[in-house]
């Protein structure tokens, strides 16, 4: 989470006994080079170890607990390629962390070793004032081995992650746990990366796992790579010897609930003020109320997400400045909500193109995107956001799970539990991009102009509804150009207009819409007594994907979306289309999930051509790869369509 929730919802100390003794860490004093496993010797370079050991140790003053992290690799240089990327290498530490000791070195193929000096490590801040440390490899050379430790101090942790899988391969990969006892972990590996496996030493409990032979893993396009990445996740999970399980989604839930319902008498006088010019008993709707709500707050209170200033979590605090973080317009909408009567819970989840929420391990460390859900019209409105609208919420939160607050009350106490919830995706039907396009041609010179309508749905209107609303006059031509996606010539758009602007229009997923008229001059060229219209360039560029190499990573796209296109093609008189099957494409997968279909009428001198690409899902396995690219690319391909017009 956020640490701005970070400081609210942790608090008290954990139970301390004995002592262990602060990180001390070191490499072997007489290395030798390693071997390359067969199938890595074409890499450009190898981890021959990727090893992170985290040691929690109880602080000798106070209740505090240090942790100590220590990453130690070893690289193969195995071409100039890779030379060149570890050379030279960055190593800095998290907020709140300090580096405290950093150690490299350079194993060299006849078996010289050479140590890095003072002056090989140079030292500076980044832009947010964190040292960094800079090494370099001097004399390093194709067959050497690059080696390095460095260790941070951090502030205690209950939740971590680990990340063991790059853009090049790793012949060992290890991680470890080493914490006093009374501390219970758990650990849970994802992408086939182990779980660890712990050992008690005395009064020390070492948690363990390791991988070998894990193979590089690079972006691939339609593709998330992060949720696939090897990785292992870990938690405390009990302290002190007490058999009660620390840290679970009830206990966030109540948190939340703290966090998010507790207001004082001030407070709710204040937010029955802000409601009462409203109106709220004169709307029959819940869901006009909602809306009603939701727009009256970020119409009027102004998002600040620097503002830390723990007054600004009180509403009438929030209420006269004007102004609020991201908690207290969180706090603001739920109280006024609840004042309102209407039903609803607050919950939160992740970015799911990162780090997708597994309900069956309670880390909550990457959850930081609130939300709130209305079980009556089963929609979510997102407070944190100036500018989406109930029921918009970031696609990055769809197809995941959220851990809500469900209140209970029995008798005179009120409290929560967690419900996991789905976060359903939109259909493809309320994502559109379509194209209505009707084209006539001058008569002397047979240039064609090209009257459009751009329409935008759901997600395909994101991100556009806050461009057009914002944009400055004088760059409002530079988008509607940028958004035809036929020219780049500005003085080519003859006229241009939007309709449905306004951030309204996130509540009534009302399509926003570009009309446009363009001067295409580029879409003809004369061969001899003909005339070649490119009319595939009138849907605009579109993506390939015409590359073979095996493809490793299943196909993620951001949201399920169809992408209608109806262009009618007035024909000069005197001249007819001789080739108009040019059009004419069907692919799609076995189940119709997607698509590419394009079909065409011919009525007098009009020739009407329908072309339907959609995507029903957002995510298809691997093994779908070959409809999948054969759908992209037909759309591709139909950029090259070329129709032949000749006299009659």
Same mark, same amino acid.
């Given at each position: 989470?956020?640490?701005?929730?970070?400081?609210?919802?942790?608090?008290?100390?954990?139970?301390?006994?004995?002592?262990?003794?602060?990180?001390?860490?070191?490499?072997?004093?007489?290395?030798?080079?390693?071997?390359?496993?067969?199938?890595?010797?074409?890499?450009?370079?190898?981890?021959?170890?990727?090893?992170?050991?985290?040691?929690?140790?109880?602080?000798?003053?106070?209740?505090?607990?240090?942790?100590?992290?220590t990453v130690h690799r070893i690289i193969r240089l195995l071409d100039d390629k890779g030379v060149e990327y570890f050379n030279t290498m960055t190593i800095g530490a998290p907020a709140g962390a300090e580096i405290q000791n950093v150690s490299a070195r350079?194993?060299?193929?006849?078996?010289?070793?050479?140590?890095?000096?003072?002056?090989?490590?140079?030292?500076?801040?980044?832009?947010?004032?964190?040292?960094?440390?800079?090494?370099?490899?001097?004399?390093?050379?194709?067959?050497?081995?690059?080696?390095?430790?460095?260790?941070?101090?951090?502030?205690?942790?209950?939740?971590?992650?680990?990340?063991?899988? $790059?853009?090049?391969?790793?012949?060992?990969?290890? $991680?470890?746990?080493?914490?006093?006892?009374?501390?219970?972990?758990?650990?849970?590996?994802?992408?086939?990366?182990?779980?660890?496996?712990?050992?008690?030493?005395?009064?020390?409990?070492?948690?363990?796992?390791?991988?070998?032979?894990?193979?590089?893993?690079?972006?691939?396009?339609?593709?998330?790579?992060?949720?696939?990445?090897?990785?292992?996740?870990?938690?405390?999970?009990?302290?002190?010897?007490?058999?009660?399980?620390?840290?679970?989604?009830?206990?966030?839930?109540?948190?939340?609930?703290?966090?998010?319902?507790?207001?004082?008498?001030?407070?709710?006088?204040?937010?029955?003020?802000?409601?009462?010019?409203?109106?709220?008993?004169?709307?029959?709707?819940?869901?006009?109320?909602?809306?009603?709500?939701?727009?009256?707050?970020?119409?009027?209170?102004?998002?600040n997400d620097e503002l830390n200033d723990r007054s600004y979590l009180m509403m009438n605090t929030v209420l006269e400045k004007k102004t609020a973080g991201e908690l207290g317009m969180l706090r603001l909408h739920t109280a006024c909500f609840k004042a309102?009567?209407?039903?609803?819970?607050?919950?939160?989840?992740?970015?799911?193109?990162?780090?997708?929420?597994?309900?069956?391990?309670?880390?909550?460390?990457?959850?930081?995107?609130?939300?709130?859900?209305?079980?009556?019209?089963?929609?979510?409105?997102?407070?944190?956001?100036?500018?989406?609208?109930?029921?918009?919420?970031?696609?990055?939160?769809?197809?995941?799970?959220?851990?809500?607050?469900?209140?209970?009350?029995?008798?005179?106490?009120?409290?929560?539990?967690?419900?996991?919830?789905?976060?359903?995706?939109?259909?493809?039907?309320?994502?559109?991009?379509?194209?209505?396009?009707?084209?006539?041609?001058?008569?002397?010179?047979?240039?064609?102009?090209?009257?459009?309508?751009?329409?935008?749905?759901?997600?395909?209107?994101?991100?556009?509804?806050?461009?057009?609303?914002?944009?400055?006059?004088?760059?409002?031509?530079?988008?509607?150009?940028?958004?035809?996606?036929?020219?780049?010539?500005?003085?080519?758009?003859?006229?241009?207009?939007?309709?449905?602007?306004?951030?309204?229009?996130?509540?009534?997923?009302?399509?926003?819409?570009?009309?446009?008229?363009?001067?295409?001059?580029?879409?003809?060229?004369?061969?001899?007594?003909?005339?070649?219209?490119?009319?595939?360039?009138?849907?605009?560029?579109?993506?390939?994907?015409?590359?073979?190499?095996?493809?490793?990573?299943?196909?993620?796209?951001?949201?399920?979306?169809?992408?209608?296109?109806?262009?009618?093609?007035?024909?000069?008189?005197?001249?007819?289309?001789?080739?108009?099957?040019?059009?004419?494409?069907?692919?799609?997968?076995?189940?119709?999930?997607?698509? $590419?279909?394009?079909?065409?009428?011919?009525?007098?001198?009009?020739?009407?051509?329908?072309?339907?690409?959609?995507?029903?899902?957002?995510?298809?396995?691997?093994?779908?790869?070959?409809?999948?690219?054969?759908?992209?690319?037909?759309?591709?391909?139909?950029?090259?369509?070329?129709?032949?017009?000749?006299?009659?």
């Amino acid at each position: 989470m956020k640490k701005s929730l970070l400081v609210l919802f942790f608090s008290g100390t954990l139970l301390v006994a004995g002592q262990l003794s602060a990180q001390n860490y070191n490499w072997d004093a007489k290395p030798v080079l390693h071997s390359v496993p067969e199938s890595y010797k074409k890499e450009s370079a190898v981890f021959i170890l990727d090893k992170r050991h985290i040691k929690y140790v109880p602080a000798e003053k106070g209740d505090d607990i240090d942790v100590y992290r220590t990453v130690h690799r070893i690289i193969r240089l195995l071409d100039d390629k890779g030379v060149e990327y570890f050379n030279t290498m960055t190593i800095g530490a998290p907020a709140g962390a300090e580096i405290q000791n950093v150690s490299a070195r350079t194993i060299k193929a006849n078996g010289k070793v050479v140590s890095l000096t003072k002056n090989q490590i140079k030292t500076n801040k980044d832009e947010h004032g964190m040292l960094q440390y800079h090494l370099a490899f001097e004399g390093v050379e194709k067959g050497d081995e690059v080696e390095l430790f460095y260790t941070e101090k951090r502030p205690f942790s209950i939740f971590g992650v680990e990340m063991m899988q $790059f853009s090049l391969p790793v012949a060992k990969a290890k $991680f470890q746990i080493e914490a006093p006892d009374y501390l219970v972990f758990e650990t849970k590996g994802y992408n086939e990366f182990p779980a660890a496996k712990d050992t008690l030493m005395g009064k020390t409990k070492l948690y363990s796992a390791e991988a070998s032979g894990i193979d590089a893993l690079e972006e691939e396009e339609y593709s998330d790579l992060t949720p696939n990445l090897k990785r292992i996740e870990y938690k405390l999970a009990f302290s002190g010897g007490n058999d009660v399980r620390l840290y679970t989604w009830n206990d966030l839930a109540k948190r939340i609930f703290d966090l998010s319902y507790t207001f004082n008498d001030r407070e709710k006088d204040a937010v029955e003020r802000y409601l009462k010019p409203l109106n709220l008993s004169e709307i029959k709707s819940e869901e006009e109320k909602i809306i009603a709500i939701e727009s009256a707050i970020k119409k009027d209170i102004v998002l600040n997400d620097e503002l830390n200033d723990r007054s600004y979590l009180m509403m009438n605090t929030v209420l006269e400045k004007k102004t609020a973080g991201e908690l207290g317009m969180l706090r603001l909408h739920t109280a006024c909500f609840k004042a309102a009567g209407i039903q609803h819970e607050v919950g939160v989840t992740s970015n799911r193109f990162q780090y997708p929420v597994d309900d069956k391990f309670e880390n909550w460390n990457k959850l930081d995107i609130y939300l709130i859900y209305f079980p009556k019209t089963k929609q979510y409105a997102m407070p944190a956001s100036s500018t989406l609208r109930y029921p918009a919420i970031p696609v990055l939160a769809r197809e995941n799970k959220g851990i809500f607050c469900k209140v209970t009350t029995l008798g005179n106490v009120t409290s929560a539990i967690a419900s996991v919830r789905n976060i359903p995706a939109l259909t493809m039907d309320e994502s559109v991009n379509n194209i209505i396009a009707n084209v006539s041609f001058d008569k002397e010179s047979m240039v064609p102009e090209v009257n459009f309508r751009h329409l935008f749905k759901g997600y395909s209107a994101f991100s556009l509804r806050e461009a057009v609303e914002f944009v400055a006059k004088d760059k409002e031509k530079e988008l509607a150009l940028a958004l035809c996606g036929i020219t780049q010539q500005a003085d080519d758009i003859q006229s241009y207009s939007f309709k449905n602007k306004g951030l309204q229009h996130y509540s009534d997923n009302k399509a926003l819409e570009l009309e446009s008229v363009v001067k295409a001059e580029h879409l003809m060229e004369k061969a001899g007594s003909k005339w070649l219209f490119k009319v595939g360039d009138v849907i605009g560029r579109q993506a390939e994907m015409y590359q073979e190499k095996k493809r490793k990573l299943p196909i993620n796209m951001p949201y399920p979306h169809a992408l209608v296109r109806d262009i009618t093609i007035n024909v000069p008189d005197g001249y007819k289309i001789v080739n108009p099957e040019a059009v004419r494409f069907v692919v799609a997968d076995k189940d119709n999930s997607m698509g $590419f279909k394009s079909d065409y009428t011919l009525e007098g001198n009009k020739m009407v051509i329908h072309i339907n690409e959609f995507y029903s899902r957002s995510a298809y396995p691997i093994s779908e790869i070959a409809p999948f690219r054969k759908v992209i690319n037909a759309a591709a391909d139909f950029n090259k369509v070329t129709l032949v017009m000749e006299k009659l």
